[in-house]
């Protein structure tokens, strides 16, 4: 009697007497053995007991049967020998010991051991060509359209890297339910390696990522999407420790790329036994890279045209700085002749007056060079986590003198139910001390300014800078964030508001401008309550 024993992912399902000549596996309900499992086909295989012996015979299935970690047509078993069909795992007790004799028939076996299930053209899927050559279901035609659209409605006005990858992986875990791991890399733009930028798994506790050299070099040299069945079997990954640390079994990795040019490369990975990944998931894993590969590129467009704007507005910037330059170097030299003058008639009130000149005109330059340099070049956030009250305490301490001489009304309000944010507080102060100060400095003696912060749906702080002062010209509200735009003349860098933005747009906050001539302006930032740190969560590679 020939008994059969069904593993799942390493879990014993039930024991089965296989009594006739002929016992069919697959999907269909028809079959003697039934198994709900997409990537096994309908009629995938079929085991043949006969006077020579017990086989395992391949019905032509899309992902192969398995014996012994080798991928077979017709093969006689030998006592012992298992079976992998999909994600189920096969033992069978009663095989007869085998003659001396070759009793192969038809076989199809790999010539050497390989769990290399799939490796597709990924340029070729990239483009479609599969599904108009009819290589594709029209089953999982629709999935991989589904998925591609929802991915393109979730990326919709993403161009960050984090923001890119993060929605990438999370798609990834809800389109393949068997995923224990995905791991995103990029090419870094100065060594020219692959460098992990993302990574998720379902919390298995690893504290650190590394990711397979020989998985790497083994996708990238062709351009192909691969899938590999079981790591432990493939010669290829033998000397891999990081798979065999990290217990890996399936993986796919795809390429990422934009025509023919490498971005980067993503690897979804299983801990589970069988064959996790069909091929269908390397289609549907290699439609997803390609769509996310242009959002990338398309980032890293944008990137270059703000780079190239930045650039532009110093070339701008040397006229006007120019300007303000030679106003604060005659300002120096006013303060030094005076503080000479004083020195030599033995005059504090003189040395006083020509110190007072030299320190204001010094303050000034200083900012000027920190706002060129702020507004120049992209400075990703240092995030900390702090209560807003500690900001407003310390930039609110700046401007009091101020507005008590000019007997204005400070007012300073938070919404307890914000709690602590995630910032950046040395840029966030200073750039909101720009706005407060500029509040206080255009309110008339009497008026009030008001600096609020409550919480808006859905995880954001919403900060408020208002006052009573002159209000902002309409003419000048559309190029007032523009470098060199400013309300004060001579008074002014033209600079301060420009970098405010960049600060807050840094963090993924908005900025939004209300003002009234004679009346007053209100500044509006709006910031994630817990903005997202990618420096601190990105792996390391291997």
């Not at 009250?389 to 008590?404: C, L, N, P, S």
């Amino acid at each position: 009697m020939l008994k059969l024993t069904l593993y799942h992912e390493g879990s014993k399902v039930k024991d089965i007497d296989v009594t006739g000549a002929e016992f069919v596996i697959g999907r269909e309900a028809s079959c003697d053995l039934a198994l709900d499992d997409r990537t096994i086909s309908r009629r995938h295989a079929r085991v043949l007991v006969t006077e020579e012996g017990v086989y395992l015979e391949d019905l032509e299935s899309r992902n192969g049967t398995y014996v012994s970690g080798r991928r077979v047509g017709k093969h006689k078993l030998s006592p012992g020998e298992t079976a992998s069909i999909g994600s189920f795992r096969l033992e069978f007790e009663g095989v007869p010991i085998p003659s001396g004799k070759t009793d192969r028939l038809n076989s199809m076996e790999a010539p050497a051991a390989t769990a290399i299930i799939s490796s597709l053209d990924a340029r070729k899927i990239s483009t479609g060509a599969d599904i108009k050559e009819g290589d594709v279901s029209p089953e999982a035609t629709t999935q991989r359209l589904s998925a591609l659209y929802d991915l393109g409605q979730k990326l919709s006005g993403r161009l960050a890297i984090s923001e890119i990858s993060d929605t990438f992986l999370e798609v990834i875990f809800e389109v393949f339910a068997k995923a224990d791991r995905a791991v995103m890399l990029l090419e870094d733009s100065q060594t020219r390696r692959l460098v992990p930028v993302a990574a998720k798994d379902k919390g298995t506790g690893q504290s650190e990522t590394r990711v397979s050299t020989t998985v790497v070099s083994t996708v990238l040299n062709d351009k192909n999407a691969v899938i590999c069945g079981d790591t432990s079997s493939d010669a290829r990954f033998k000397d891999s420790a990081s798979l065999q640390d990290l217990r890996i079994k399936s993986i796919m990795c795809v390429p990422l790329m934009v025509e023919d040019k490498v971005l980067g490369m993503v690897e979804v990975d299983s801990s589970a036994g069988g064959i996790t990944f069909a091929e269908d998931d390397l289609r549907l894993l290699t439609g997803l890279a390609s769509q996310v590969s242009i959002a990338l590129d398309n980032g890293k467009l944008y990137d270059e045209v703000e780079r190239s704007k930045r650039l532009a507005a110093i070339g701008q910037t040397v006229s006007g700085v120019a300007h303000c330059v030679k106003n604060v170097l005659n300002g120096i030299d006013g303060g030094l002749f005076i503080a000479r003058r004083g020195l030599e008639a033995k005059s504090d009130e003189k040395v006083s007056k020509g110190w007072e000149m030299l320190e204001r005109n010094s303050s000034f330059l200083k900012g000027l060079v920190l706002d060129m340099l702020d507004y120049s070049k992209a400075r990703p956030p240092e995030y900390q986590e702090m209560p807003l009250k500690d900001i407003f305490d310390e930039i609110t301490a700046f401007v009091e003198g101020r507005a008590a001489e000019g007997e204005i009304d400070l007012v300073v309000s938070i919404d307890p139910e914000i709690g602590p944010v995630r910032l950046d507080p040395t840029r966030m102060k200073r750039a909101l001390l720009n706005i407060l100060g500029n509040a206080v400095e255009a309110t008339p003696q009497g008026g009030k300014v008001e600096l609020a912060a409550v919480r808006v749906p859905p995880g954001k702080v919403l900060i408020s800078i208002a006052d009573t002062g002159k209000g902002i010209p309409e003419d000048m509200i559309e190029t007032i964030f523009e470098p060199f735009v400013s309300t004060k003349g001579s008074k002014g860098t033209g600079l301060g508001l420009p970098v405010m933005k960049k600060i807050v747009e840094e963090h993924g906050g908005t900025v939004e401008l209300e003002s009234i001539v004679d009346k007053g302006t209100t500044f509006k930032i709006t910031i994630p309550i817990g903005a997202i740190d990618m420096t601190e969560k990105r792996p390391a590679a291997e």
